[in-house]
T-cell receptor, first 112, second 108 residues
Framework: DTGVSQDPRHKITKRGQNVTFRCDPI?????LYWYRQTLGQGPEFLTY????????KSRLLSDRFSAERPKGSFSTLEIQRTEQGDSAMYLC??????????FGSGTRLTVV | AQRVTQPEKLLSVFKGAPVELKCNYS??????LFWYVQYSRQRLQLLLR??SRESIKGFTADLNKGETSFHLKKPFAQEEDSAMYYC??????????FGTGTRLQVFP
């Protein structure tokens, strides 16, 4: 697989539940990014990793959000105690140095 | 504050007409500017970046530092250009700041 994979594609959850998303980047890419996109908006930066190190986190990433990238390969994004405002498309992207991003198809989260 | 503004939510043109999708930015420094495109049911993908100074699918974009603009242009629009277009910038870190996007509709 030469692309960025995200799983699941869709997730419907009840308010208050925890959810976890997974992203598998392109294997040789050392940088991995998480973005969130709501209707009518462009993607908003959440966090990014270089290898296994989390280098930057947005203020959008409240303490209910946590991201990991163990061993510098795949990454997970967990949202605890989901709220309706968390409903969005969660996008993952990877890159090799500054050669431009490759995006995944995203995980659409609906909190009911 | 770092910001990207795309003033048009929707731009509709007929096939063969020229297209200009506007993008203005606010950044105190030397940013790198990008255009990303999302075709229907496809993932977001890089169209072009200003440092490459390339023409991709007939599209070009010139960085105007005086006007802080990075407008995307194509002299003759094609139906297959219909998509959502996002302008984005990156500064001294690797993260991208996106505009709200412009939907381009090209009618036959």
């Amino acid at each position: 697989d030469t692309g960025v994979s995200q799983d699941p594609r869709h997730k419907i959850t009840k308010r208050g539940q925890n959810v976890t998303f997974r992203c598998d980047p392109i294997s040789e890419h050392n940088r991995l990014y998480w973005y969130r996109q709501t209707l009518g908006q462009g993607p908003e930066f959440l966090t990014y990793f270089q290898n296994e190190a989390q280098l930057e986190k947005s203020r959008l990433l409240s303490d209910r959000f946590s991201a990991e990238r163990p061993k510098g390969s795949f990454s997970t994004l967990e949202i605890q105690r989901t709220e309706q405002g968390d409903s969005a498309m969660y996008l993952c992207a990877s890159s090799l140095s500054d050669l431009g991003y490759t995006f995944g198809s995203g995980t659409r989260l609906t909190v009911v | 504050a770092q910001r990207v503004t795309q003033p048009e939510k929707l731009l509709s043109v007929f096939k063969g007409a020229p297209v200009e999708l506007k993008c203005n930015y606010s950044y105190s420094g030397s940013p790198e500017l990008f255009w990303y495109v999302q075709y229907s049911r496809q993932r977001l993908q890089l169209l072009l970046r200003h440092i490459s100074r390339e023409s991709i699918k007939g599209f070009t974009a010139d960085l105007n530092k005086g006007e802080t603009s990075f407008h995307l242009k194509k002299p003759f629009a094609q139906e297959e250009d219909s998509a959502m277009y996002y302008c984005a910038l990156s500064g001294n870190t690797d993260k991208l700041i996106f505009g709200t996007g412009t939907r381009l509709q090209v009618f036959p």
